[in-house]
């Protein structure tokens, strides 16, 4: 990556502001679930205490609106992170800006860790205000972004706040940004993307921009619904964007004329959501009146696994159906399991809602990267770049 690390600058014995994405799930409200997104930051925080630096962290948690929500407070999230690095976590509740914070910041010592309360009870973050920004990096003498999930964010804690200190990279931004890079400019062919989830608005500029890198293009999940009417297909109750059709027939177009192979389903399974009919597999242009396709069938899993089996490079995200229920998860697990399968590839996934679908499974080892940015990594693949990254200074 371009842009500086915490390995380009003097930090030794330094207060450190580091900006880390610990937005994961409660259990209860009061426990830390999947806790991935805490594990894959401690190189970046055993490298910072290595260097006897004083951390203090900033997450975001939930979406308390820019109010004080006690069920979005950071605790459980302090106390799960003591637990991990077996060392203690404590938690700042002082407002930014006051006395009494600068006072406990200036009293922190050489290799504690520190954790402001959750950045959101703050509306200056979303809003990127800038009397905020500066009273934030009065905590620190150096800022390290190492959350790439909130990268494509605007807010004061990762761009407004960099403006007011030296600001770095972490290992983890960095990580994400030199795989997902790799894969994209530079990556073991084939390379085959897999988009699938509901939203068309959200992913169509994805397609748009994989057909200009991707040899092999999947399309899939609702999506798929949207493309399958753009070529005339009956699409019955199916969830469509409307609003998009235009712009999928002028995607079939540039997929004429591009190299890369556009795969839509030749199938799919069919049900009624609300009705709680399910109405089995029909081929993609049976799709009835009344139905709703709901995940992908036989025929396209064999067509969609035989294009992953030859893959270099693959890269995931959006799960094939309705996976949250039993009957329409089928095609996103045998998506998944044609990417374990394929152990020559680089295989990089992400979106909350993909890893979601993938919980059960043992997805850290078969899967090379798991991204920990669902909206970022999209962003990223884009446009090549994130606000959050802009910020930082240049190599
Ligand atoms: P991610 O969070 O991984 O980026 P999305 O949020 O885009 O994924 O999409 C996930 C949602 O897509 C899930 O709630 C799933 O039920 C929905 N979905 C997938 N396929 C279909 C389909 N055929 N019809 C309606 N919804 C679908
Ligand atoms: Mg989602």
């Known amino acids: ?38 594990r894959q930051t401690l190189p970046t925080l055993e490298y910072l205490l290595s260097k006897n630096c004083k951390l203090f962290l900033v997450s975001h948690l939930g979406r308390p609106k820019g109010k004080k929500v006690e069920e979005f407070s950071l605790k459980p999230v302090a106390e799960h992170l003591s637990k991990v690095l077996d060392k203690k976590v404590e938690l700042f509740q002082e407002k930014i800006g006051s006395k009494e914070l600068l006072t406990r910041v200036s009293q922190a010592k050489e290799g504690s860790v520190n954790m402001l309360e959750n950045i959101r009870y703050y509306a200056e973050e979303e809003s990127n205000d800038e009397v905020f920004a500066k009273k ?32 770095v990279a972490g290992f983890l931004l960095e990580k994400e940004v030199d795989i997902i890079s790799k894969s994209i400019e530079d990556p073991k062919k084939p390379m085959v993307a897999i988009i699938g989830g509901a939203k068309a608005e ?19 999940g609702g999506v ?7 070529w005339g297909y009956e699409v019955g109750k199916s969830l469509v964007d409307h609003e998009m059709v235009e712009l999928a027939k002028k995607l079939f177009w540039k997929a004429s004329r591009s190299k890369t192979r556009m795969l839509l389903p030749t199938d799919v399974v069919l049900g009624d959501l609300e009705k709680n009919i399910h109405n089995g597999v029909v081929a993609g242009d049976k799709i009835s009146k009344d139905m709703q396709a709901l995940d992908i069938g036989p025929r396209t899993q064999a067509e969609f696994g035989a294009a992953i089996a030859g ?15 039993s009957r329409y998860a089928t095609g996103t697990d045998f998506v998944y399991h044609a990417i374990a399968e394929n152990k020559e ?28 940015g669902g909206g970022a990594m999209l962003e990223f693949i884009e446009t090549g770049t994130l606000a959050g990254i802009e910020a930082l200074l240049d190599k």
């Open 202 to 220: 959200t992913k169509i500029t994805l397609v748009d921009r994989l057909l200009e890198k991707a040899d092999v293009l999947i399309v899939g």
């Open 311 to 325: 893959a270099g490079t693959i890269i995931w995200n959006g799960p094939m159906g309705v996976y949250e229920d």
């Open 136 to 167: 934030l990096a009065q905590v620190a003498e150096v800022f390290v972004n190492d959350a790439f999930g909130v990268g494509h964010r605007a807010h004061a804690s990762t761009v407004g706040v960099a403006k007011y200190l030296p600001a």
């Open 345 to 372: 590839s680089l295989s990089i996934v992400g979106g909350g809602d993909t890893l979601a679908a993938l919980k059960e499974k043992d997805f850290l080892k078969t899967i090379d990267h798991v991204s920990t």
């Open 224 to 230: 798929a619904n949207t493309f399958l009417k753009a």
């Open 1 to 38: 990556m371009n842009k500086k690390t915490i390995r380009d600058i003097d930090l030794a014995g330094k207060r450190v502001l580091v900006r880390v994405d610990y937005n994961v799930s409660l259990l209860n409200g009061i426990r830390v679930g999947d806790d991935t997104r805490i």
